[in-house]
């Protein structure tokens, strides 16, 4: 079974950068044809994808959110990571890492909840 | 940017059929697929590629995309599949995702 864990800080500055990393268990990052993605979402609100990572370490980027967002891999450790920098109160919101296959998202993590306030 | 459309709510009394839509602009060329998300929890996968089931989803989850339109549908609908429901399609390189529904079921 494939499991997905969002890790990092609940509180960042404004101004400064956020960064999540996600640990994989149960399938390899550096293999297959599977794309490891970033998705957040506002309190009350809907889905936004930021981004992903393929095996291959072939990243795309939302394009709304692309200057300000970095995704990387680390296969050694079987995990991916997000930095988003210039984190403003609209970034404010729950974080989720999630494994896309084709056209669609069939593993996601928990979640976790950043909150931007100094 | 292209735009997924879904009603912000949608009510169905248990047992009967709900029906949630998706509107986009030529949706059917496109292949849609199906979140569930009830309060706390991360989205769950319920259909992809349009009509298919993910293994472990009742057969009660029906999708369906035509025209402009995308319809997931549930028949018999019970009380634990009171969620919110989004839609989501690939555009470009990316994904896009319906603003989602809040499925009553009373």
């Known amino acids: 079974q494939v499991q997905l864990q969002e890790s990092g800080p609940g509180l960042v500055n404004p101004s400064q950068t956020l960064s999540l990393t996600c640990t994989v268990s149960g399938a390899s990052i550096s293999r297959g044809t599977y794309y490891w993605t970033w998705i957040r979402q506002p309190p009350g609100k809907g889905l936004e994808y930021l981004g992903r990572?393929?095996?291959?370490?072939?990243?795309d980027y939302n394009p709304a959110l692309k200057s300000r967002v970095t995704i990387s891999g680390d296969a050694s450790k079987n995990q991916f990571s997000l930095n988003l920098n210039s984190v403003t109160a609209a970034d404010a919101a729950v974080y989720y890492c999630?494994?896309?296959?084709?056209?669609?998202?069939?593993?996601w993590g928990q979640g976790t909840l950043v909150t931007v306030s100094s | 940017s292209y735009d997924l459309t879904q009603p912000p709510s949608v009510s169905v009394s248990p047992g009967q059929t709900a029906s949630i839509t998706c509107f986009g602009d030529d949706l059917g060329d496109k292949y849609v697929s199906w979140y569930q998300q009830k309060p706390g929890q991360s989205p769950m996968l319920v259909i992809y590629?349009?009509?298919k089931r993910p293994s472990g989803i009742p057969e009660r989850f029906s999708g369906s995309n035509s025209g402009n339109t995308a319809t997931l549908t549930i028949s018999g609908t019970q009380t634990v599949d009171e969620a919110e429901y989004f839609c989501q399609i690939w555009d470009s390189s990316f994904a896009v995702f319906g603003g989602g529904t809040k499925l009553t079921v009373l």
């Open positions: 999630a494994r896309n296959v084709l056209r669609y998202f069939d593993f």
């Open positions: 990572i393929y095996t291959t370490g072939i990243i």
């Open positions: 590629q349009d009509v």
